[in-house]
């Protein structure tokens, strides 16, 4: 049986750094003692130490997205490993890069009753790029060139759009540690700072027959742009200029990005899911073509105003190469970059795509901006904690170059509904992959992690609850993060859905409210954090203020109540009736 | 699309509960709804609500394993079905029947960009006996029929030896509930008390010629037993009269259920973990034949003595048709019911076992009465909160008909080393198919759940905090558990293995000791629950009495230093070796 070799373990990790994973988020174990031993040792491997591995693996997807950029995760054999299950689907399915760990126990032990030995092989099923259980890292050449090529293209696949995680599972035999101790390798300084293997991916660029056809689809036409969530802050630009030369409005999803750092006079729509909530005008706003980027936007009242204009010619450009239409309506699927797009249509020569008629935009802008303001006027009309009103205040109190991190369930629709376009720069997260409500909270202290950003998370109780043990890392590493509990005690989006009037009330309150009546305070405290329960607006500013200057984990909870927080949306979205009933709007359209 | 029939939903529930599932571990979700409603309109289904999946799941293993029959899971789609796995796994290598019901997008939302939608076919991958996505329930008969047969199915398939977890992918197209409303559907009370589809498995029973064979393996050797963990308490008494027949030892480790109801006279051998560590002793009791029942044991010095006794015979029971041999050396694998082995060895006409030669088991008796004795002897003397002691206090603390659940990683060790067998029936439970530190809170609670008896969590504070999610359920149901918190700021385990001693005190905290410095009580009393901080051992003592008079969730910490430990541990191990050093033994044993 081979030896194990710490030298080749350190190579491996060397040319994980090399190939550009600078952040390793690391439970603790013993069989993974010999990669958590190399990644320790490594001047360039920033190591996250977490004692819950689906924490672990989360706070690895939010740093991973925040810095744009693959993160390892690491963890011991058995059921260890399992437990990255869930942010492992999150993270292929939002195309984020990871490479995943798995620390095993060598053939020898498997199937035959060792303790801390499940089947590794293939563990996260379809939801991983690559998975590969790697030889045992002994001396001898051929495995460390392996190994180290291995890095390379793991790191290498992990990025490759689509992005995604990677499954590396390694098996080690003991002994984990040389009898005489272990001394640590540092990496060789004569190697140039590449790993041995790289990869480089050409991108997809559209033909110019591809070109034609799509401007001859979009050209002179009533289209809108739908940018759903996505993560390229350099897609912005280009997209909002092939708007202005379309004369299409963008229908801009809150985790699109186009919301922060938007400019006057741009035609970035933010309060589609207000008005096209109201019949007459989505019908009046039906397009002929729809031109989309990223994933499926969040807001049910845009996903039913793009499932019903059957007629309009759909376009779905996925740069992921993916299939982003649950509708299944007829549609033209774009397999391409999106900036490519965005640059090939503005460029095409000769045949600058002519705008939308005239009218059509403005009419767009008009609604929206009658929309954004009904709604400004009814929330400051009301004084009470309603939780749609906790992202307009946020709109107002974020900095520039904020990030704010918003939880699934209701405070990803809030804030679709309430948080306008800014000119602020800022960024937007969300576990939109598989939109769970699990390890939000890890993940928000990931993005924290990344630094350079204020990170706020927005997240409602029961998935502040699901990931508490997220919280550890705050208190373990300092990190910076505001969070903005809405605790309604219970799952408050149900209280929209059609189940809570299909039965009595106890029957959904067991279902699907789910009190559980805790007190968070001494949970928040537990872990160093402080916690502020707020009674108004002006303590929620002033909480919100004092927690930037303080730094560390705040958590700042705003008391609601699920049916009331029914009754309030409803009541926000008969004011937008109101007003895009009253004739003036139809003065302005016409 | 066929329209979803609650009626057919019902009658599948109803078949679930028919063929024998009585306790549904639940978590709230939008797309489980119908499933949801069945059970608890079902008046044979007790629900369990929990928020996090993942302890949800470990709760229904405590209670499956608690009450020796199947327990169901259900949850919505998406990650909430990835955060199962870590149970699945445990509940497959464990064998613990669990039917997994997983609420599923229809197939016209996969890989198109829809939420919550993950790939949950074979999600559990090989960690599940049967996986299956079922058709939509319509009002057909054919599929009405088919969905009863699959749960009489899932159910007989999940108890069959070995027993474990299936898992049921159910795909629900909206509308979730009916338009006018969702009216609970009782059960047809015209209908037998049955399944539609049962199961019944002949049992494996030895052939003449292979009893034989055994006869002819055991008899007049010098042999021993080994238990490990096993959960049939029937298995006892035909085990200890087959020990005693053929006059070996039987080695049994905590979870073999053997140290429980103990009677003066019978060949219990409780105190190998300490005796075979002095390799002395350990070769002088060499067998020439061992008999293994249940899992591989937990003791390292037993594991280490069954390896290295090459040349014994090693005879391998598992009626779970497993290969629980790790060591690989040479073996009789025995697939037949552990029971049916015993039970004809000694009934096999005209040719009953001769007994061990004359000696061997008193030598064996000897040497463990005085290991004991040493070891009571030992701990008399000290009064520092040694963590071993609190397995000592347990043994006499504990009331008849209590259970115990111990955690991994150290608890299990030393409920090995430090609890002797007793007259007092207890029962042991621990999570030994994959011996993660992960769920340990919430299978305790659901072992709770099972009700009839007391049941104490001795625990350490890496796998509390893991699973600290798990409390609310005790909170939420008002059950009661009293948790021995083993609080050494961190993983106990890592001081006695070689990474101790291989790097620096700096690395090795930080990969290994890693101290969270939590405090525990603000977070158990945020559950609900009563926390006490010990200082001695008459406090413990008095704790643990007010625990079982006062119900409820009790957590008494007692805390401790994580190198003081080995070092604790190590005076054990040297006064077991004086013990056995001191010629009255030798005087003895010859």
């Keep these: 049986m081979a030896e194990l070799s710490h030298a080749t373990v350190a190579a491996f990790v060397d040319d994980l750094v090399r190939a550009g994973v600078r952040h390793f988020s690391v439970c603790p174990g013993s069989r993974s003692t010999p990669l958590a031993l190399a990644i320790a040792a490594h001047p360039g491997a920033k190591l996250w130490m977490h004692l819950d591995e689906r924490s672990a693996a989360f706070f690895g997807l939010g740093l991973a997205k925040a810095s744009r950029s693959p993160v390892a995760l690491l963890c011991s ?37 060792a303790l801390q030995t499940i089947d590794q092989t293939r563990l996260y099923g379809s939801h991983v790029k690559w998975s590969v259980t790697l030889p045992e890292p002994d001396n001898s050449p051929e495995v460390s060139r392996y190994l180290r090529a291995v890095a390379g293209r793991a790191v290498g696949l992990a990025r490759e759009r689509p992005a995604g995680p990677v499954h590396l599972n390694c098996p080690f035999s003991e002994p984990l540690v040389p009898k005489d101790g272990w001394v640590a390798i540092p990496p060789d300084p ?48 280009p997209l909002l200029k092939l708007a202005e030369a379309l004369g299409f409005p963008v229908l801009a999803d809150p985790l699109s990005q186009v919301r922060g750092g938007a400019q006057d006079g741009q035609p970035i729509i933010d309060a589609y899911d207000a008005f096209l909530r109201h019949e007459p005008v989505a019908q009046e706003l039906a397009p002929e073509v729809v031109l989309r980027f990223g994933a499926y936007p969040t807001s049910k009242p845009l996903q039913t105003y793009l499932e019903r204009c059957l007629g309009a010619r759909m376009l779905v450009v996925d740069g992921d190469d993916g299939w982003p239409e649950p509708s299944h309506r007829g549609a033209i699927f774009i397999h391409a970059g999106e900036r490519n797009v965005c640059e090939a249509v503005l460029q095409a020569q000769g045949a600058a795509p002519t ?70 720069t800022v960024r937007f997260f969300g576990n939109r992959g598989a939109s769970g409500i699990d390890g939000v909270v890890s993940s928000a202290l990931g993005a924290a992690a990344a630094g350079g950003n204020r990170v706020v998370l927005v997240i409602g109780d029961v998935s502040f609850y699901h990931d508490s043990n997220g919280l550890l890392a705050a208190r373990r590493y300092g990190l910076d993060l505001t969070v903005v509990l809405l605790n309604n005690d219970g799952g408050g989006i149900f209280s929209f859905l059609p189940q809570a009037t299909a039965m009595n009330g106890v029957t959904f309150e067991l279902l699907f409210g789910t009190p559980h009546g805790l007190d968070f305070a001494p949970i928040v405290q537990a872990y160093g954090g402080r916690h502020q329960l707020i009674r108004s607006w002006p303590e929620f500013r002033s909480a919100f203020g004092a927690a930037g200057d303080r730094g560390g984990l705040t958590v700042i909870e705003v008391p609601t109540e699920r049916r009331r927080n029914v009754t309030a949306h409803e009541a926000v979205w008969e004011a937008v009736v109101a007003c895009l009933q009253a004739p003036q709007l139809a003065g302005e359209v016409v």
Tied chains: 1, 2.
């Excluded at 058995?78 to 060598?106: K, Q």
Aim: charged letters at 25%; one cysteine or more; hydrophobic letters at 40%.
């Design 77 to 113: 054999s058995g059921t260890a490993a399992a437990n990255f299950a869930p942010a492992v689907a999150e993270a292929f399915l939002a195309h984020v890069p990871l490479v995943v760990l798995t620390a095993d126990r060598p053939q020898l032990l498997h199937d035959s009753g």
């Design 355 to 424: 705008r939308s008629p005239s009218g059509w935009l403005e009419q767009w802008q008009t609604i929206n901006r009658r929309t954004r303001s009904a709604i400004e006027e009814h929330l400051a009309k009301q004084d009470e904690l309603f939780e749609g009103q906790v992202f307009a205040e946020l709109a107002r109190l974020l900095p520039d170059q904020a990030a704010i991190y918003v939880g699934n369930s209701m405070p990803i629709r809030d804030l679709d509904t309430f948080f306008p376009a800014s000119e602020r």
């Design 190 to 237: 004569g190697l140039a700072p590449r790993p041995s293997v790289e990869l480089e991916t050409a991108p997809r660029a559209l033909a110019a027959d591809q070109v034609e056809r799509l401007l001859d689809e979009l050209s002179g036409r009533r289209g809108v742009i739908v940018c759903g969530p996505q993560d390229d802050p350099g897609l912005i630009e």
